[in-house]
């Protein structure tokens, strides 16, 4: 998904600077590591009439719970699109279920914002509640990339089965929910822990081109999920309790509504407290946010309900500030635990970036909006982007550069039906005298004999993502850089 999102909306982007990598300490001032180490000490304020909290306290735990719970509420919105309304145009299966797309996507696609279109997606939504699931992969040539990517509903990418991770020999691999605590049968590769109990599991199978779907047909449908009890031919545990799944609010209102927090404390009953946020969670409930009980703006204090607006209102103020002063870059956003601590402030940012991003040590996602003298870019004019002579991004899998339209961040039409330039694509393209690569990045093609490089833009603002595959280590230390995309004169 940064390849992200639910079927009736989407993300407006904030307009971002040139991509350029960076190290882990890349946040601007006071934006840094907002992972809120202890209460508010707020006093003399008017209470908001629950158990003494002030306005002050509460819009302080509003903003909280906001950059908290933004990744949890998106990633509902894409789960419940997905595996939940079966009358949504972009549902895919049940739960528990591998959904494959044999094809690329393309801009009729529009589940989640920027999504790729070099490798077809296997979506599954795993319910771990009853019992944990085992997914089966089949072993599939070394050359060929994948990954299967298991994110969390806190959107953390806990865990990854692929080339990089566990290699191209496939296994059988056993995804757990927090409380389970049971006997690992025999014949399993690996047992890995989600920290919730719903898990987004989204797998890209690399196409070599037009002519390779087949192969990649065939390996998608390896990839098995079952219930632990069906592999090993045991009855199957009770099911768990039922659950009203509450539609999720439009995409739209997301940044506004307070039906944000009702949406929130549903969630939280999939999600057992961190040790890390015993304390964080009962601020929460404090005011109401409690896991699994329905939070009703309507029928609180109108300070309170004032509160939680300003709360609202201020976190996403900070997320915004946060984008733009990364100007495009995303390192840091994206990761499990153990990378992102309890930084919400990294993690609500990554969600509006975009939602199910790989962590940089699979794949590093640079976002080009501006050319190189800073000016946002649009397709009344005509750019260039220029990669030196063996100077190509240096990968182990692929690289890619994806085109898309603003605000909506989509794939965009074109006549050539072209969304992206790829490096499984550099047999084709026209190289530059001196042995470097010019692609052309503009509304109209650029004339015979540039046309093999031409990566066609939309009349009006756009967008394009660098994609960088299982980078090798010049990439992720920052000693090559993304090119700056060139306006022509």
């Known amino acids: 998904m940064r390849d992200r999102q639910s079927s009736t909306g989407y993300w407006l982007a ?18 840094a590591g907002c992972s809120f180490t202890s209460p508010d000490e707020a006093t003399g304020s008017q209470s908001v009439g629950i158990h003494g909290v002030t306005a002050q306290q509460a819009r302080s735990i509003a903003q909280e719970a906001y950059l908290y719970g933004t990744p949890m509420v998106a990633s509902y919105q ?79 990418n806990f865990a990854y089965i692929g080339s990089r991770s566990t290699g191209n020999g496939g296994g059988k691999f056993l995804i757990a929910g927090p409380r389970w605590n049971g006997a690992v049968p025999a014949g399993i590769t690996k047992v890995i ?21 087949d192969n990649v047909k065939r390996i998608q449908s390896g990839y098995k999920i079952q219930p632990l009890s069906a592999f090993t031919k045991q009855p199957a545990p009770p099911a768990p309790a039922a659950v009203e799944w509450i539609p999720p609010m439009p995409p739209a209102q997301m940044r506004t509504s307070l039906e944000f ?9 999939f999600a057992p407290t961190h040790a890390t946020e015993k304390w964080l969670r009962e601020r929460f409930s404090s005011i109401g946010i409690k896991p699994g009980q329905p939070f009703n703006p309507d029928h609180v204090s109108a300070e309170l309900r004032r509160a939680l607006q300003e709360g609202m209102h201020t976190a996403q103020n900070n997320i915004d500030k946060n984008r733009e002063a990364l100007g495009g870059k995303t390192e840091g956003l994206f990761g499990d635990r153990s990378k992102l601590k309890n930084d919400y402030l990294s993690r609500a940012t990554g969600t509006q970036v975009g939602i199910g991003a790989n962590s940089r040590e699979e794949a590093l996602y640079p976002v080009l909006e501006k050319d190189s003298r800073g000016q946002e870019l649009d397709g009344k004019y005509n750019y260039t982007l220029r990669f030196a002579p063996n100077s190509l991004p240096p990968v182990n899998a692929f690289w890619s550069m994806t085109m898309y339209r603003l605000p909506e961040q989509l794939l965009t039409q074109n006549p050539i039906n072209r969304y992206l330039i790829n490096s499984p694509m550099l047999p084709s393209l026209k190289k ?30 756009f967008m394009v993502t660098m994609r960088y595959y299982w980078p090798k280590p010049e990439l992720l230390d920052g000693k090559w850089v993304s090119p700056e995309l060139q306006r022509v004169p």
């Open 14 to 31: 904030a307009r971002l600077k040139p991509a350029r990598f960076i190290t882990a300490a890349f946040l601007a001032g006071g934006l």
């Open 78 to 156: 894409t789960m419940y699109a997905f595996s939940i309304d079966k009358s949504n145009p972009q549902y895919k299966g049940p739960f528990n279920t591998v959904n494959n797309i044999a094809r690329v996507f393309t801009p009729e696609d529009t589940a989640f914002v920027t999504p790729n279109s070099d490798t077809p997606y296997s979506f599954a939504v795993l319910d771990l509640r009853a019992e944990p699931v085992v997914i089966t992969v089949p072993a599939m040539e070394k050359r060929r990339y994948f990954v299967l990517q298991l994110m969390d509903l806190y959107t953390y």
């Open 193 to 213: 822990k989600s920290e919730t109990e719903l898990v987004n599991m989204v797998g890209r199978t690399q196409l070599f081109n037009a002519a390779d779907l």
């Open 261 to 269: 927090y009702n949406q929130l404390a549903f969630l939280l009953q």
């Open 432 to 461: 530059d005298p001196d042995g470097g690569l010019t692609i052309y990045i503009q509304a109209q093609s650029p004339g015979k004999g540039k046309d093999a490089n031409w990566l066609p833009a939309p009349n009006g603002p």
